[in-house]
């Protein structure tokens, strides 16, 4: 990913479904702060509680049309691990 973000964790929902092949799967939506604004996207990583931080990956992908922007979730990372690295 060319660029990183690391936004605070301000909501969470979970959604609980099933593939085509049967496997289970949940999917987690998250609402970050990002300049005082709420934002949401969308994830499989698990386990991210609110007050924790996201940290997002920005970059470009190439699809059949050409290049794309690409957005995701790299890691959740614990509010203590942030918190006590900046005091």
């Given at each position: 990913?060319d660029?990183v973000l690391v936004?605070?964790?301000?909501g969470?929902?979970?959604?609980?479904g099933?593939?085509?092949?049967?496997k289970?799967?949940?999917?987690?939506?998250l609402e970050?702060d990002?300049q005082?604004s709420?934002?949401?996207?969308k994830?499989?990583?698990?386990?991210?509680?609110?007050?924790d931080?996201?940290?997002?990956?920005?970059?470009?992908?190439?699809?059949?049309?050409?290049a794309?922007?690409a957005?995701?979730?790299e890691?959740?990372?614990?509010a203590?691990?942030?918190?006590?690295n900046?005091?």
């Amino acid at each position: 990913m060319d660029n990183v973000l690391v936004l605070k964790i301000i909501g969470t929902s979970e959604y609980n479904g099933m593939s085509r092949n049967g496997k289970q799967y949940t999917l987690t939506t998250l609402e970050l702060d990002y300049q005082g604004s709420k934002v949401k996207i969308k994830c499989f990583e698990s386990g991210a509680k609110v007050g924790d931080y996201a940290q997002i990956g920005i970059g470009t992908r190439k699809n059949i049309y050409g290049a794309e922007f690409a957005v995701l979730v790299e890691r959740i990372i614990p509010a203590g691990e942030i918190e006590n690295n900046w005091k």
